[in-house]
Every structure is written in C-alpha cells, then in structure tokens.
C-alpha cells in the first residue's frame, strides 16, 4: 500500500519532496539574451539548496512579427531547389507495401521493397542503426551518396533520360540534377512534383510521382505501385524529336551471388495496350531460392502510350546511347543473367514528335511484387514473435501472381486510381490554411507507406513504433496517432478488433501494450484504447462495430476501474507508460486519460442501452475530474505525487502530457474530463515552461547524460517533455548521480525529460487550438508549436518527410492530423449522421478538407455583417447527414436558418448555444459533386 498524499493542490514536501511550496516560488523574470543564444535565466529554487539555480526556458520567447505573422498567412509554396535537395526522401509506395523514396531531383532511391524484419548492428547489446542516438536528425542521408544499409535498401540502378533531337544532333539527358542544371521540387504528399529546365535545352520536363491514395479505400492505397508521369513541353521555336527513356535493374533475389541457385530474366510483354519491361528471377531445382529476400518480380509499364511509339531493350548497357532508342520494342524479347553479380538491366521508352509550344505526357508505372517478408532462419526476435509469421505473407500476396499483373490490374483502373489521387490533393491544398500547415499535417501519413507498417495476407495490420523500432504496434505509442482513423478508419477498425480485442485481449479485460511481445497492458494504452474505440465508432456509418467489439471494450474498462479501488476516479498504483517506466502516484496524465476513457464508455454505454454502466462511468469521471483539481493542480499546471522517488516522477515538474486526456476528448468530441479554466491554465503553463525558443541548447545545458538524443538541434525551438520551474528534477530519476554518465547503460526514462518528439508536441498543439478562441493567443501558441516542428525539418537540414524519434518514419507523429481537426473544430458522429466545424483560424473565410466515414469533400464558410454562410461540398463516396454544428462567428446569435442540398431547400430546426449553432432534419445523403449550403441570419 502506497501513503495516502495529502488532499492539496499545493506542492508540498511531502509528496513531491521538491522542497518549494507553490507560494514560495520564486516569480520568472523576463530578461534580455544569454548564453546559448536564450534570453537570461530566470530563477526558481532546487531541492536542499539555499542558492538559486537557473530554469533554462525564458517566458518572454521573443519570436520574430515576421515569423508570427507566418503562422497564419496562407503564403504561397516555394519550391525546393540546390543543397535543399540532397536529403529529401519521400515515401511513393503503398500502404504496406515496403519502403521507396523519391529524391528531391525526382531518382528513385531506398529500394526497400524486398524483405522486412532488418537485421542490424548492435551497440552495447541495442540495435540502433536504424533507431535512436540522434540517428538520421542530426546525421540525415544525403539521396546522392548513401542507402541506409546493405543489408536493408538495396542499390538499384534504376532512372530516367531524355534525348532531344533538334535538326540533326541529339543530345541525351538524364532527368536529375546531374542532367538538368535547374532542378526544383515540391512535395504535397502522396504527390511529389520535380520539374527540370536547362536554358541549353528547348524542353521542358515535370514530373508527379506517387503511388495510387484514396482516402476511405485502404485497398486501392496499398497497391505495390509508382506512377512516374513525366511532362514535356517544347520551349523551343522549332519542332523537335523526343525519345523519353526509363531503365530497370533486375533487382529480384538482391543480395544473392551465388549461380548455382538460379538466374534472373527480363521479358518484353505487350497486353492489353500495356507495354512492360518485366524483370523476374528463375529458381534452379532444390535450391531454395524460393524462400530467399527478394524471390518475385518487378516491372516498368508505359500506360497509354501507341505501340508504334514505343522503345524498349530486355538488355542495354548505362548510359543509354542512341541504340536506345533506335530499335522497336520486341515483345516476347528476352535476357537472362546468371545470380553471380553482374547486373541485367532492361530499358522502355516513348518517342514522339513536338511541336513549339506543345505538350505531351508519358506515364511510367513501376511494380512489384515480394509477397514473403523474410526467409527461413532469420534472426530471432523482431517480426520473428508474430504468431505464424512463417505463414504470413505481404497483403497484395493474393491479389496478383507477378509484377507484371500488378501492373496490368492498375492500368485497367488508371484514369480513376490517378485521378481520385489528384483529386484528394487538390481538395487537401484547396485550403485558406497556410501552405506550411498543410504540408506538415499530413505528410507524417507517409510513415503508412514505409518498412514501419505492414499488412499481412490474413488481414492483420502490424506495425513497429518507427521503423524496425519497438515491435507490436504499440498501443501507448499508436494512441498518439490521429491521421490512420480519419483517413483509412477501416484499418483502425481491422486493429481494434484482431488485435487489441482478438490477440492481445485478456480474460480480465487487460489489452497487451504489444501483442506477442509484451502481453501485459500499459496504463496508458489501455485508457487510449477505449478511447480509440469510441473513434472508431464515430467513423463508422453505422453501429455495427461497437456491436461487435462492445463486450470487450465494457470489460477493458471494467479492467481499468479496477485499478482504482478507491472509486476516486485517480490512478494511484503501478501504471506502466509510452516513457518506458511504470509510475506510481497520481498525476494529471495518466488519470486524465482513464478520465477521457471512463466518458468514452459513458458515451459507448449509452448507445448500447445499458444505463446502469453509463452511470457508474459517467460518476467516476465527474470525481476525477474534481479530485485531480483538488489534488493536482497547484495553481499553474497539474503535477504528480509519487508516493516516493524509488521510481521515476515528475513530482512538481510541468509535463506536457498533464492533460492528454483533455486534449483526447476534444478531438473525439467527448465530455469534458478537465474544467476549462485549469485546462488552459495548464497548457498556458506549457508554453511558459516548456517551449524553447532553443531547445536543443536546453538539452545541452540542462542534461547530464552523456550522448542524449537530440530531435532538437542547437537553434531549434520545441516543446520540452518535462521542465521543472520550481525544481525537483534532481527527484526525477532515481540513483541518476550514478547513471548520468553514459546513455547507453541507462536508456530512456529521465533522458526523454529533455527531449523534443514532436508526436507529443503535436497533441499539445493541437488541444491548445481546440481550447482556444479563434485567432486567440492559446490557438497562436499552438500553431507556433507545429510551425517549430516544420523549421526544424526544413530540407536544408533533413529528410522533411521522415519525422525521427525511437526510428525513422515514427508513427506518434501522425499525431500532426490531430492539429489540422484543430484547426478545423471538427467534430463528426457517424451512425448519428452528425457533422461540425468550429474553425480556430480566420472563422469569417475559411476553408478546408475533411472527411467521413464514407465521403469526403471540402468546408467552407464566410461570415460578414450578421450573416454566416456555410458549403459542405462532396467530392468523393456519400455523406449521410440528419445534423450539422457550426462554431458561430460574431454577435448576436442566428435566429433564423435556410439549408439547401443540391438548391432544394431543406426543414430544418435552429437551436444555439455555448457559442454552437446546430442544426437538425430528416436524414439525407449527399453524393459525390453535391453541395449542401447554409445560412444563419
């Protein structure tokens, strides 16, 4: 039994032992700069010392007009040109299909598409090569010189050249920055744009590389597929002759050299209007290369293009030359290489004739198919645990046979896999929100479509924390996670039930943290996870997935409420956590969630006509929410009492996730779980204390670990995990005096107080803006939060597409899409056929995306002088609506309303309040191309 701590929300010496009581803190000062480039320190004091000692983090942050005014200003996007090209590697495969890059000069790179589960160099018994001790932040992969390992990417000689024929002379350019001297890109995820000009050369040349992503259609976003559709313009005043050329190493088997197992053959096919370079590998009789890394195929396709025009080789040698170019394609051509090194590479091309001022578009697909994720008798450990992960393949095992019939299966549904896909970016980036918000809220989806997500044959999904990081799709990590739920909500559903309710559930109730890894709950994922349910819910059409999952969601909350014995609606035992410790005590964090949980299974228990349950959570919730004010908040920020310092705490420090389940219920639309008025109070007391307009001179000045992670560079600002402004930190982490000396012997826990991970900056962001008024300082903050995350990850620096923390590609970054609902003030319920948006920035002309749980489209809205005008325009699947909210902008409240669907008027009811307008009729659906328009007056 732990000591009862006192019921006071002052921060006393007896629970936190931090030796300064709340009244005695000293006040911060706002003073002019000092060392590290901070402004001067202010004061507060520590533990046992008389003396004062520095709080690293100035209040006043000094951010520049010009940079605030950026926050908000819709800008216009600037393509990235130079040395801001060298590290940009962005994800163009599909869900789960492997990981492949798309450089900033439009190559190809990171060919890791043919295995998973890496294995990786080990350093004091820790696999980092891929994973933490600053990884690829502070050492990021130049695309030009480096794959990140042998062992995993593989080197594939693999491009694009353009020959030119002006009169008699032709001259061949490769498309990159060695061919082109004015390269630039722009990258609106899943879209990279690339285009190359040269004042030599009369043509122009763009590029749009992707692979197929409709939002709400998880399947046709999972396809082993790269469109490369290339654009040439005639700049010129004279006609000219273009032949555009793409190669193809036969990559198949990519680490096998040994003849005898078999050999590698590419074919020239022709089917169906399709023209495919297709690269295959052929096993010898019992040599088992049919269980080895790589056995499949992969293809280069030209779609749409005339027979007559095309070009191809089974067989050419780098750098194409004119041969290449010259002959007809010949299908059923062929060549074949033995497995003893040398490279077999084929070639497939367009020639066409342009006019001055004209234009043509070539269309390159690149496919393949690896269906195994490893072979026989690899390390243990890793993916190694998954039950039957023997007999499991990749996802797309049993929608093809080949490569080449990857290939053919898009190109029968070219028109409407592209078009859907530059539909959805079009609706994205059709936005009064500034370009860089847009840009960094939804390029973390990419991590869908690396090595840090898989989907099996079986339907399973399985993911690592990042990639080849932390195995089990860690619930305390993946509870960050908001952009999955909204964009593909099939797949959080298929992980709801297979795995936190199917394989990983207990008898008890308890979910397991990670499934064949961990079996045991982690508080905080348990909490997340009937919250994630109630989501998943509300993204449903109907009711029939908490039909379905309601008997094991009641029990894990059953489970959860266990954990409180005294009823108190606080957690005061063991609970384990996504910092890799089990804490003891209450805090704002941990109970906050189980408070966000418990008005979860309110809400769920309602639905599902059991009362009684409804009650007995909805009571719960109501105590905790009064005793976490009482006993947890000391006037700024809410705090943890640890019954001791035996085990890691924050005691008295400012932590910045003391509201997290606050902040989880704004963004499902649940009760609130904290008063208004301590919440903002708390999250004001984030921005005081915890954002670093240096964060990574912070971490340098105030940690003593030796080789601490660093996702915050000297210069760069971020939200800080814990500080303490009144002391204690030396409280924090017990017996740190005889383990701060070396990082690697003391992983995690009380050097993850120091850091930036911007999974957790996201969530806070995003609750400030949803706490917030529009345009109100709280909302500013936010954003300023999420705008220090995309400075730090501008591509002069790193890779902008690759948010790093325990690994590449971190999933808890996805937690950025948590901002953009913010922004927005989306709120929607399914099976209520409910939808609403309160928007936080520029309410009076504001437009946006959004999506449903079978359609999506654009919101905009308009308001000036007593009249709010509304459009919800629908652009894809159907949207089934019977009541819309709407966040009202100005005085005095609407007393009448007019709505219309596709210019028929509509009887609806008018209430407001809370600063809500709401509006109720008779269920209707929208279809695709229909608009629903409102008027409050």
């Known amino acids: 039994m732990h000591p009862e701590p006192p019921p006071s929300n002052s921060c006393g010496q007896a629970p936190c032992g931090c030796g300064v009581n709340r009244r005695d803190a000293v006040k911060l000062m706002t003073l002019g700069a000092a060392a590290l480039g901070l402004p001067n320190f202010a004061w507060a004091r520590q533990s046992g010392q008389d003396r004062p000692v520095p709080f690293l983090i100035p209040a006043d942050k000094k951010l520049s007009p010009a940079w605030l005014r950026s926050l908000v200003t819709r800008g216009t996007p600037d393509p990235w040109q130079g ?100 390269v630039a890109f722009r990258g609106e995820y899943p879209i990279g744009r690339v285009t190359y000009a040269d004042p030599r050369l009369p043509v122009r040349v763009a590029l749009e590389a992707f692979s197929p992503f409709l939002p709400l259609n998880a399947k046709d976003s999972a396809l082993p597929a790269t469109v490369m559709a290339f654009t040439v313009t005639n700049t010129g005043d004279a006609e000219v002759r273009i032949d555009l050329m793409g190669w193809l190493q036969n990559a198949t088997c990519p680490y096998e050299t040994t003849p005898a197992r078999g050999q590698r053959r590419n074919t020239l096919l022709q089917q169906n209007g399709l023209a495919t370079l297709e690269c295959s590998v052929e096993a010898s009789p019992g040599q088992g290369l049919e269980t080895r ?17 095309v070009r191809g080789s089974a067989d050419v040698r780098l750098p194409l030359d004119d041969a290449a170019i010259s002959g007809a394609f010949a299908t059923g051509a062929t060549a074949v290489r033995a497995l003893d090194g040398a490279k077999l590479i084929g070639s497939l091309g367009q020639g066409f004739t342009l006019a001055p001022g004209a234009s043509q578009r070539v269309e390159f697909l690149l496919t393949w198919y690896f269906p195994r994720h490893q072979q026989p008798r690899d390390q243990q450990g890793g993916m190694n645990n998954i039950r039957d992960f023997a007999k499991l393949r990749r996802h797309y095992a049993p929608w093809f046979a080949s490569a080449a019939e990857a290939a053919q299966a898009v190109a029968a549904r070219f028109d409407h896999l592209v078009g859907t896909t530059r539909l959805w970016n079009r609706t994205w980036y059709d936005s009064t929100l500034p370009h860089w918000l847009l840009d960094r809220t939804f390029l973390t989806v990419d991590c869908l479509a690396t090595q840090t997500l898989h989907w099996f044959d079986s339907g399973r999904l399985w993911a690592w924390e990042g990639v080849e990081c932390c195995e089990g799709t860690c619930t305390h990590v993946w509870n960050y996670a908001q952009a999955m739920a909204r964009l593909f909500p099939e797949l959080e559903r298929s992980l709801r039930e297979k795995v936190d309710y199917g394989l990983g559930f207990h008898d008890n109730g308890a979910i397991a943290n990670r499934v064949e890894f961990e079996m045991e709950p982690a508080t905080d994922g348990q909490a997340g996870t009937i919250v994630r349910t109630w989501r998943e819910h509300t993204m449903a059409a109907d009711g029939a997935f908490l039909r379905r999952v309601w008997p094991q969601t009641k029990q894990a909350i059953r489970f959860l409420i266990d954990q409180d014995p005294k009823r108190q609606g606080l957690l005061e035992g063991a609970q384990g956590n996504t910092l890799d410790a089990t804490w ?65 705490n924050t005691n008295c420090g400012c ?155 971190y999933s808890r970054a996805m937690a950025a899409y948590g901002v953009f609902l913010a922004v927005c003030g989306y709120e929607y319920h399914g099976p209520q056929g409910r939808l609403g948006f309160a928007p936080r920035v520029s309410p009076g002309n504001f437009r946006a995306a959004f999506t449903t749980a079978e359609g999506w489209g654009t919101f905009s809205q308009q308001a000036q002088q007593g009249k709010q005008q509304a459009e919800i325009k629908l652009h894809f699947g159907k949207l089934r609506l019977q009541a819309l909210a709407l966040g009202l902008v100005g005085n005095p409240a609407p007393t009448q309303c007019m709505l219309t669907l596709a210019g028929k008027p509509i009887a609806a009811t008018l209430t407001t309040a809370a600063g809500t307008a709401e509006l109720k009729f008779a269920a209707v659906v929208l279809a695709a191309g229909e608009m629903m328009r409102v008027e409050l007056t």
């Not at 969630?593 to 809400?603: D, F, I, K, M, P």
Request: glycine share 12%.
């Open 655 to 809: 932590h910045l996730d003391q509201v997290l389940g606050q902040s989880w219920a704004c963004q499902t639309g649940l009760p609130r779980v904290l008063p208004k008025r301590e919440t903002a109070a708390a999250l004001n007391s984030l921005w005081k204390y915890n954002f670093a307009p240096d964060a990574g001179g912070y971490a340098i000045a105030h940690t003593a670990i030796k080789g601490h992670r660093v996702y915050a560079a000297p210069g760069e600002a971020g939200l800080v995990m814990t500080t303490w402004p009144q002391g204690g930190d030396d409280l924090a982490v017990p017996g740190m005096a005889n383990k701060r000396e070396d990082f690697l012997t003391w992983l995690g826990p009380g050097g993850y107080f120091d850091e930036c991970m911007t999974g957790f900056e996201y969530q806070v962001a995003a609750h400030m803006i949803y706490e917030g008024a529009p345009d109100s300082e709280l909302v500013m903050q936010g954003l300023a939060i999420a705008r220090a995350i995309h400075d730090r990850y501008a591509p002069a620096k790193r890779n902008p597409f690759n948010e790093i923390e325990c690994g590449d590609h």
């Open 293 to 309: 890394h790589g056995f499949g195929s992969m293809a280069l396709s030209l779609v749409g293009a005339d027979p007559a025009s």
């Open 83 to 182: 040395q801001d090209l060298a590290f940009i590697g962005m994800p163009v495969g599909g869900i789960g299909c492997g990981q492949l890059y798309l450089a900033g000069d439009g190559r190809l790179w990171l060919w890791d598409i043919f295995k998973s589960n890496y294995t990786r160099e080990s350093v004091a018994g820790m696999k980092l090569e891929l994973m933490t001790m600053n990884g690829h932040y502070t050492k990021p992969v130049d695309s030009h010189t480096g794959i990140y390992s042998t062992r995993n990417g593989a080197a594939v000689a693999q491009g694009f050249a353009i020959f030119v024929k002006q009169q008699k002379a032709t001259e061949m350019r490769t498309l990159d920055s060695s061919g082109f001297s004015q």
């Open 584 to 648: 003891l005590g209450p805090m704002g964090w941990i109970s906050s969630l189980y408070g966000a949980a418990l008005r979860a299974g309110e809400q769920m228990a309602r639905e599902m006509g059991d009362a009684a349950f409804a009650k007995t959570c909805a009571d719960l919730a109501e105590r905790g929410s009064k005793a976490m004010v009482e006993r947890l908040f000391n006037g700024e920020y809410f705090i943890h009492l640890p019954p001791n310092h035996e085990h890691i």
